[in-house]
């Protein structure tokens, strides 16, 4: 079988094998060259070289590269966006992308991707004998150009992580990736996507886009969506000091329980990761973190339909931890569960001078109840104890069952934020309240409650049906005052969700 024949087969392949297939194949055929000599590998015929490297045209089928004139034109655009990448503006961004848009509409470089069999015998010889993947090989199968890594719909994302180095800033350009899975990302590699919509496609058959390792990670300006367990997941402890800004992840893990850690984004063991900029809609959960120390960051992100909740820390500490400025809205059910609580601050702990912030957040149901729990909140501070943790400058709008609680734990503020809710049948029953459970909670102390309003009718059977109730304290956890501190405000409404 001739070159071209096999490359016309393998883009016949391609369009069945996934994305998983082949770059599991490609490391098969990595290690099989490792263990061979240099000599092995040159001694074998054309038709030999091209049945062990099929791994490599199947991987290359239906790609394309662009002549170097053009790379050094789009790089040209992107320097001072790389230079600046963690302050590039939505306008910026958007700029960029139209003017990439024009260099590559009035460039006629863009070619098909073609290998031929003394092509594939050096990238094969590339590999021989050593233990680990060269990436020498990246530029054999990618536009490595300039210090960037261009990658355009069709490219392997895994193989691309696997055999370009370290630190690669991969410029991922428009269009839709699907079923892709990248692991163990390297140290210190930038995801990018420019010129377009990019997006990461699951579609509905794949479980997660990236996990593993991904230290000093960076990820902006994609789309991650119809994934069926998570969009981003790792448990490693090397996972630290990763930044999202400017995703959006949608449709992810809907046949899934956010209860046993599905959703778009879960660590474990991390230390250092931020989330800001970012846009999450139908995932079975937002973000959780677990045994992981601060700084941890979620800021000015917005939800809707986030499932059993859009933030938990679950026995983190430290200082930095901070769930600022975000907006999240509840339409209906997504996923297995119904929506409990939106943020969730379990067994978690700040220090004295930095406490855990939940500051500058809204959230609202659909006042209906529909895919709300009886048992969820806006708002859960203390939960099963620690300290050191403040919620402060909220607005809640029929936002659960309760919308700002404080289950136990010591040293936790409440300070100048809105609660109102309608009656809202099995729902609503409290705007505030400080307790200690005394069957699960470990001992509480100072619970402060300052300048907070609520005017919240009782829908639960927990209280009376149709009475205000605006607050709940049983002394054991702050030196008790006529309902806390709570002032009951008649101006607050449904459009108290536009005073944020």
């Not at 509409?105 to 594939?120: D, G, H, K, L, P």
């Not at 639960?460 to 605006?470: E, F, L, R, T």
């Amino acid at each position: 079988m001739t070159t071209a024949e096999m490359q016309a087969q393998s883009k016949q392949m391609v369009q069945t094998l996934s994305p998983q297939e082949i770059s599991k194949a490609f490391f098969a055929m990595v290690d099989k060259a490792a263990a061979m000599s240099a000599a092995d590998i040159d001694s074998l015929g054309e038709q030999e070289i091209l049945e062990l490297g099929k791994p490599i045209l199947d991987a290359t089928a239906g790609t394309i590269t662009l002549a170097k004139t053009t790379l050094d034109k789009l790089n040209d655009v992107l320097r001072p966006l790389a230079e600046n990448i963690r302050n590039v503006s939505r306008k910026e961004h958007q700029a960029a992308g139209d003017r990439i848009k024009q260099i590559m509409a009035s460039e006629t470089s863009r070619r098909a991707r073609s290998m031929e069999s003394s092509q594939v015998r050096q990238i094969l010889l590339k590999f021989q004998g050593e233990a680990t993947r060269s990436s020498s090989t990246c530029e054999d199968l990618y536009d490595q150009w300039g210090g960037y890594v261009h990658l355009y719909s069709g490219d392997n994302l895994n193989i691309a992580n696997s055999i370009c180095p370290a630190g690669s800033m991969f410029w991922v350009h428009g269009g839709n990736y699907n079923s892709q899975k990248v692991e163990n990302s390297k140290d210190g590699n930038f995801w990018l996507g420019v010129n377009g919509t990019v997006t990461l496609d699951g579609q509905g058959t794949t479980n997660v886009a990236f996990t593993g390792g991904m230290a000093n990670n960076y990820f902006s300006w994609m789309e991650i969506q119809n994934y069926t367990e998570r969009g981003i997941f790792s448990t490693s402890s090397s996972s630290n000091n990763i930044e999202f800004n400017n995703m959006t992840f949608s449709n992810i893990a809907g046949n899934k329980s956010g209860f046993n850690d599905f959703g778009a984004i879960h660590f474990d063991n991390t230390k250092n990761v931020i989330v800001q900029n970012s846009y999450f809609n139908n995932v079975s959960y937002s973000i959780r973190f677990r045994f992981s120390d601060g700084p941890l960051k979620v800021l000015n992100n917005e939800a809707l339909n986030t499932g059993v909740g859009f933030f938990q820390c679950n026995d983190c500490e430290g200082s930095g931890i901070k769930i600022n400025n975000n907006s999240l809205e509840h339409s209906s059910q997504y996923g297995n569960d119904k929506l409990e609580d939106f943020i969730n601050i379990f067994n978690s702990k700040g220090t004295v001078n930095s406490p855990i912030e939940v500051n500058n957040n809204r959230a609202r149901t659909n006042s209906t109840g529909s895919g709300v729990s009886a048992f969820g909140s806006m708002i859960i501070l203390g939960d099963f104890g620690r300290e050191y943790q403040e919620a402060k400058n909220n607005i809640g709008v029929n936002p659960g069952q309760v919308g700002i609680g404080v289950a136990s734990g010591k040293n936790i503020t409440v300070d100048n934020n809105r609660m109102y809710s309608v009656k809202i049948d099995g729902i609503s029953n409290v705007a505030f309240y400080s307790w200690k459970n005394p069957s699960t909670a470990p001992n509480c102390s100072n619970h402060t409650f300052v300048d907070n309003t609520a005017n919240w009718v009782c829908g639960h059977p927990d209280c009376s049906y149709g009475v205000q109730n605006i607050a709940f304290g049983d002394g054991s956890c702050n030196t008790w005052t006529s309902q806390m501190g709570v002032s009951f405000d008649s101006n607050l409404n449904e459009t108290t969700w536009n005073d944020w």
